[in-house]
């Protein structure tokens, strides 16, 4: 998990527990808000009491002293207003109250007051001419108890905001002597009912109560509340449209209710609204900053502020140890990045500096078997470049998987010809498959486009990784090498390249598929281990078709075989189907073999330089008859060692080869001043068939071109170019006539497949040999198969029948080898039956081949012996040593002694001896070994 | 008691030294705190209740500077009464329990015998203990009894002029006249763009009415170059009549041409205060003639107009440009606070008028009610920008002219008269003494 994840997570969870306090604190103080509120509503209660009461009280007593007045009218008895307001003013306690008598009937609303004038003493009217507060008269009531109210307004008389409780009157009126209404009012100071007020500032300190008549006008208000209008106030501060407006009108103007609202400050704070009971036009707010409210839930905030900075700072202890944990894990981690490096470093340097020693091994191995005439030198050399390949192969194959490690591999993508690239594979396989007694099937798509656009480095070792272990694994049966193709969907320009590889080899368990491409992995590694490799080939393989976005798929059946494919798709350059594969490579093969030399050149000395052994040793038979001295090698490397200490008439130098291609070789060649190859031609030897190829070598420094597969008359034409004129000398007739060359009545033989006893016997020397000793042994083995089979000797018949079987199968005589075949079952079957049925026509056919081969001892009689003579002592001890390998049935050795033997010559009676006891080795007649030997 | 008033009027007790003022303020406090913030002099822990005593039945504008005081004083609570009768009440608070610590004045009280208890009861302002900031207060707002002391501070001025349809003018690539031959060109060319009548305004004798606006400024000035022909107007002498003429020729002109239609004005204008302003945020009409007061009832009235919230324009005031070189700058305080000198929290009544006597409040308070403010900081409000840089000399206060009440009835029923053909300009200057019917 990374680390930002981790944060992340940390955070989330941080999140969700300050989530749940807030929910929870906003729930808890919501609550303790509606139990706050319920409070300041309580109290507004309690206010509107008072005030009610307060009101009440003001107004029964207004009510007495009115009540009084108009008793003493009903009583018949009246009150003048003068007898009236004196009453009054008797009455009346506090000095503040003041008592009018108003007659509301007089437009200028004079009247008579308990006060005098602040300015005449002798004053007592009033006038509320200019007060407007009458306009409603008719809502005065007369019943008792109910509160008949003014506004707050300006008592005329002494300037002071005072109310006025109301009550109507019956006075007498002086002048007319009969009854006259009269308003009596009971002045108060608005002071007096605010200080009733002033009580609820203990319980909240910024509590103001104010009083409010239907239409927004104050009767009180306090320091907060502006205007002289409270709707006024609220539309100044709270922007509400109408019908909001209205809905707070009709809230304030219900019953027990709160209310939000800003003040002028654009604070919030809130009003409780109670209609008074006594004056149901008048209204108690009782205002409060919210903030006072709300003060009790501090607490929460604090734990909450306490809860995330505990958090934060788990976070960041948390973040601390992780950072710590990482470090160390990362510090591990490039320890490990860094063992890596050093190992993937140590296999590429250690592969590289093995390869330079070992390419100049192989190279000078190379001169060695070319110049030494010694047999023996000439078999240890040949054991040197078979391990030395085998080890460069090895090293080749840890240096492209540390350099697939260490990302260091690229993907180089040229122009190819496929049927080249295809030639070099085959080429490759079939010698191994043939040494192994294999048969490989080719079936190659017509259609394929002739050139291509891919690493064809990479490809060709992909494929020769997979057809080698398909060989190597392979005991017998065949290997099927399919290539096909199908057009690539996503581009019109590419295809898509489909390989297979089908062999019949001991397969592959299921459990071990998973192991295939793991590096250093070999499959039954004790089963297998005789067979060489490093088990990074199929891994090499696989992280190479995976660069070009490609891998490798596997079908195999435990003992039965397997089947190794990939497709990978490749650029088209050129789409002309590449035919008949088969027909091409067997023409080619067939022209090579056709191929006449016309010159011969001893002198001349050549390099050829190519990574693909199959190539050289091509290159080497073509050129066999020219008697050209031809040095191989297999790297450019190799190469450079050779440049360096011996003179060359022309070099080949193949272009595409892995590590260093034949560009940066040459390039390397022309640096180097201390060298005999000062002005030798250079020649681009490549399957690169591409039109404008040619000029791109010369640019390059090559001196001219040839392509592969080599064409042997375009070969000869370059050779005769740069090989120096003196060193060529003209075919003579008796050089293309080897000194042991088969005598053309043998291949007139119909029942001899001369092919074929070539291959066994590896050389025509050999060959020749074996068919004079075929010749020669053939009367006795004639005579023992009749002699035996008279005697009814079954068991000695069939033995010498098996020996017949195998002498005329190892010569090319399939024939009769599988007649002989036949009835050597027959015979270890007891079959008698058959074998008196057909021994007879057996023995006409050898009779008959032996008859056909008789010439061949009189061509033999002709050559003259050159071979040293034998001297007495060393043919004693050899005959000696014979003798005591018989006695302990080392007959291997004893093939060895004779073998060694024959090249000498043997004095007289000897070489019969010697012919005898070669003889009787060649027919495994080992018994008669000693009787030869006796004397 | 001395105090100022307009004139040496026979029965009147108290002898004026009308233009006394001019020296009057020199001796005042000094300009010291007026552009700096305001520092407190007295405890800001002080806790105590002042009671501000008034006609205006809401005063919102001073409720906000109460606001602004309590950030100095939290713990002084200040109150604003409006009292009923308050030319009767005030007089009898002032004496009452109850007093107010302030109380609202207003010039005419300097000439109304009734109204000395009041004044009375003025604290002498101008003591240079107090450090109240006079120097702020502008030329023509300075009102300073003949002894040089002062008792009343004006809060408001309004002035008489015109009110501006600047989007109507910018539209017509049209600037504001400066003076009388720019005005008649602008109402020409105003006329070809279709506006029928250029200026309106209420056709009637008021002050707010449009004839004192338009051609009353121009009065005062001429009385102003002719001082000699105060005594002989006071006494409504007929030959005095003479001074109106340059005045009521400018009016006639205006008629004549028909820049100005007394009685179109008469049928779309009912009154000199609501209608007017209405009848302006109609939009279509250039120039709307009137007084501050109806300058001050725009704010209010902005929402009520359907018209001009549809689509509402800019709008300025500005003065009459009638003179040759320019209009005239009529300066009347239009609200006086006075101290109670027998408060019995002067200290801090008194701390709470220096807190007030500084240009940023003052303007504070005309901004907010949109009215002119006392001092010569105009950039509050943009409506009375104009008036930012008068010229000196063209500014002057009605008091100046040593006019008395008459006159100026006289000549409001004079161009009345002439405006809506009653008379011709030659009859009114004739009949001086004898045009406004009671």
């Not at chain 1, 989330?12 to 509606?34: D, G, P, R, W």
Request: net charge negative; with cysteine; hydrophobic share 40%.
């Amino acid at each position: 998990m990374k680390k930002t994840q981790v944060i992340a997570i940390n955070i989330v969870i941080m999140a969700l527990i300050l989530f749940f306090i807030i929910q929870y604190t906003n729930t808890k103080m919501n609550e303790s808000n509606k139990s706050a509120i319920e409070a300041f509503e309580k109290m507004t209660v309690s206010a509107e009491q008072i005030v009610t009461n307060y009101l009440l009280d003001e107004q029964h007593l207004c009510d007495i002293w009115s009540n009084y007045i108009n008793r003493s009218a009903e009583a018949g008895s009246p009150m003048t207003a003068e007898e009236a307001i004196s009453f009054i003013r008797k009455a009346k306690i506090s000095p503040d109250i003041y008592g009018h008598l108003i007659y509301p009937d007089d437009p200028l609303k004079n009247g008579i007051s308990t006060h005098r004038g602040l300015t005449d003493t002798a004053d007592y009217s009033v006038s509320y001419r200019n007060i407007n507060l009458f306009e409603n008269l008719n809502n005065i009531s007369t019943e008792d108890g109910v509160v008949s109210l003014t506004r707050a307004y300006t008592n005329p008389q002494n300037g002071i905001q005072s109310i006025a409780f109301m009550n109507f009157v019956s006075v007498l009126d002086e002048t007319t002597g009969e009854l006259k209404k009269a308003l009596l009012m009971r002045v108060e100071p608005v002071s007096t009912l605010k200080d009733k007020l002033v009580f609820f500032n203990g319980e909240y300190e910024s509590v103001e109560i104010s009083l409010i008549n239907s239409d927004g006008d104050y009767l009180v208000h306090g320091k907060s509340l502006k205007n002289s209008n409270f709707y006024e106030y609220y539309k100044s501060y709270n922007h509400a449209d109408s019908i909001g407006y209205k809905k707070m009108v009709d809230e304030v103007t219900s019953e027990l209710g709160t209310m939000k609202m800003f003040n002028s400050k654009g604070e919030e704070c809130i009003i409780s609204h109670i209609p008074l009971k006594s004056l149901n036009t008048w209204f108690l707010l009782a205002y409060i900053p919210s903030r006072e409210l709300a003060a009790s839930t501090v607490v929460d905030w604090l734990l909450l502020g306490m809860v995330t900075l505990g958090l934060l700072i788990l976070l960041v202890f948390n973040y601390l140890i992780l950072m710590i944990y990482n470090r160390k894990l990362s510090e591990a981690a490039e320890a490990a990045n860094q063992a890596n490096e050093a190992k993937s470093h140590f296999l590429s340097t250690m592969s590289h500096d093995i390869r330079t020693p070992m390419n100049a091994i192989l190279g000078l191995n190379e001169m060695v078997l070319r110049d030494s005439h010694e047999k023996e030198i000439i078999v240890y050399s040949e054991s040197i470049r078979t391990a030395g390949k085998t080890l460069l192969g090895l090293i080749n194959e840890i240096l492209d998987f540390s350099k697939i490690e260490a990302g260091k591999m690229d993907i180089i993508n040229v122009d190819y010809s496929f049927v080249s690239m295809l030639n070099d594979l085959v080429n490759m396989v079939q010698s191994k498959a043939e040494d192994k007694g294999l048969v490989l099937n080719l079936d190659v798509d017509r259609d394929i486009p002739m050139v291509l656009n891919g690493d064809e480095i990479r490809i060709k070792q992909v494929i020769t990784n997979i057809l080698s272990n398909a060989v190597k694994y392979t005991k017998e049966g065949s290997i099927t090498f399919r290539a096909g193709f199908e057009k690539a969907e996503e581009d019109s320009g590419s295809i898509k390249l489909i390989i297979s590889v089908r062999d019949t080899g001991i397969g592959i368990k299921p459990e071990d598929m998973k192991r295939l491409f793991m590096a250093f992995e070999r499959i039954e590694e004790n089963k297998n281990r005789n067979i060489e490799g490093t088990g990074l080939g199929m891994s090499i393989a696989q992280s190479f078709l995976n660069m070009m976005g490609s891998h490798i798929e596997v079908e195999s059946e435990y003992g039965k075989g397997s089947v190794f494919s990939f497709k990978l798709v490749q650029g088209v350059k050129d789409w002309t189907p590449i035919g008949d594969y088969e027909e091409t490579f067997r023409k080619h093969v067939s022209e090579r073999k056709k191929y006449q030399e016309t010159f011969t050149a001893p002198e001349a000395r050549l390099l050829v330089v190519d990574d693909t052994q199959v190539n050289l040793s091509v290159f080497e038979n073509l050129l066999k008859r020219t008697k050209v001295q031809i040095d191989t090698a297999i790297s450019g490397d190799e190469a450079i060692v050779l440049y360096r200490v011996r003179h060359y008439d022309v070099i080949f130098l193949d272009h595409m080869m892995p590590d260093k291609d034949g560009i940066d070789t040459l390039k390397e060649m022309k640096e180097i001043t201390d060298t005999p190859n000062t002005g030798t031609p250079v020649v681009c030897f490549t399957a690169n068939a591409i039109s404008g190829m040619r000029e791109m070598y010369i640019n390059a420094g090559f001196d001219d071109y040839i392509t592969k597969p080599v064409d042997p008359f375009r070969l000869e034409a370059i050779l005769l170019k740069y090989i120096p004129k003196e060193k060529i000398a003209p075919v003579s007739k008796n050089d293309g006539e080897e000194d042991n060359n088969i005598p053309d009545f043998i291949f007139g033989i119909e029942t001899l497949d001369v092919d074929t006893g070539l291959k066994h016997c590896g050389n025509r020397e050999a060959y020749l040999g074996t068919l004079e000793m075929y010749v020669d042994a053939a009367p006795k083995n004639t005579d023992d198969i009749e002699k035996y089979w008279a005697s009814g000797d079954i068991k000695n018949t069939t033995v010498k029948i098996h020996a017949l079987k195998s002498t005329s199968r190892l010569i090319g005589a399939a024939k009769l080898g599988d007649f002989a075949a036949r009835l050597e079952k027959a015979g270890e079957a007891g079959d008698t039956d058959t074998l008196e049925r057909e021994i007879g026509e057996l023995l006409d056919q050898y009779r008959k081949l032996i008859k056909k081969l008789e010439p061949l001892s009189d061509i033999k009689k002709e050559v003259e012996d050159e071979r040293p003579v034998i001297s007495e002592e060393d043919m004693k001890k050899a005959y000696t040593d014979i003798r005591e390998f018989c006695a302990s049935f080392d007959y291997d050795s004893v093939g060895n002694i004779v073998e060694s033997l024959e090249g000498y010559r043997f004095p007289g009676d000897e070489a019969e001896r010697f012919d005898a006891l070669k003889k009787a080795v060649d027919n495994f007649d080992y018994d008669l070994i000693p009787e030869l030997l006796s004397d | 008691m001395m105090v100022k008033t307009k004139g040496p009027v026979p029965g009147i007790l108290i002898s004026i030294a009308a233009f006394a003022m001019v020296l009057g303020f020199s001796a005042c406090g000094q300009k010291e705190e007026n552009s700096t913030e305001f520092k407190p002099g007295l405890s800001t822990e002080t806790t105590c209740s002042i009671k501000v005593a008034g006609s205006y039945s809401n005063f919102e504008s001073l409720e906000s500077e109460f606001e602004r005081f309590y950030e100095y004083y939290p713990n002084v609570s200040l109150n604003y009464v409006f009292l009923d009768d308050y030319e009767n009440t005030i007089a009898k608070a002032l004496r009452s329990d109850e007093a107010p610590d302030i109380f609202v004045t207003a010039s005419w009280m300097l000439d109304d015998d009734k109204m000395s208890p009041i004044l009375d009861n003025a604290e002498i302002l101008s003591d240079p203990a107090l450090k109240i900031d006079l120097n702020c207060i502008r030329k023509g707002a300075r009102w300073t009894l003949e002894n040089g002391d002062v008792i009343m501070l004006p809060i408001f001025t309004r002035s008489y002029g015109m009110l501006v349809n600047m989007d109507i003018f910018e539209k017509n690539g049209l600037k504001v006249p400066n003076n009388y031959s720019e005005l008649v060109d602008v109402c020409d060319k105003l006329k070809a763009a279709g506006y029928e009548t250029p200026v309106m305004g209420a056709n009637g004798t008021t002050v707010a009415g449009m004839y004192y606006a338009f051609a009353f400024p121009m009065f005062c000035n001429n009385v102003i170059r002719n001082p000699e022909s105060v005594v002989q107007l006071n006494a409504m002498e007929k030959s005095a009549g003479e001074m109106m003429r340059p005045a009521l020729l400018r009016l006639k002109t205006f008629v004549d041409s028909g820049y100005l239609n007394p009685d179109r004005c008469s049928e779309e204008i009912e009154d000199d205060y609501n209608a007017v302003i209405m009848r302006f945020f109609e939009g279509d009409v250039p120039m709307m003639l009137g007084s501050g007061d109806m300058v001050s009832g725009t704010m209010k009235r902005e929402s009520k107009s359907e018209k001009f919230m549809n689509s509402p324009f800019k709008y300025k005031f500005y003065v009459v440009p009638l003179g040759d070189d320019g209009g005239y700058f009529l300066d009347a305080v239009n609200l006086f606070f006075s101290v109670n000198k027998n408060s019995s929290n002067l200290d801090m009544t008194n701390e709470f008028i220096r807190f007030l006597m500084r240009e940023k409040e003052l303007g504070n308070m005309a901004a907010i009610k949109r009215l002119i403010t006392p001092t010569n900081d105009f950039s509050l409000d943009e409506v009375y920008s104009s008036l930012e840089g008068f010229p000196e000399d063209k500014a002057f206060s009605y008091q100046e002219t040593g006019l008395n009440d008459a006159v100026n009835k006289e000549f409001r029923a004079a161009a009345y008269k002439v405006a809506n053909g009653i008379m011709t300009v030659d009859e009114a200057i004739g009949a001086y003494g004898s045009l406004w019917d009671k």
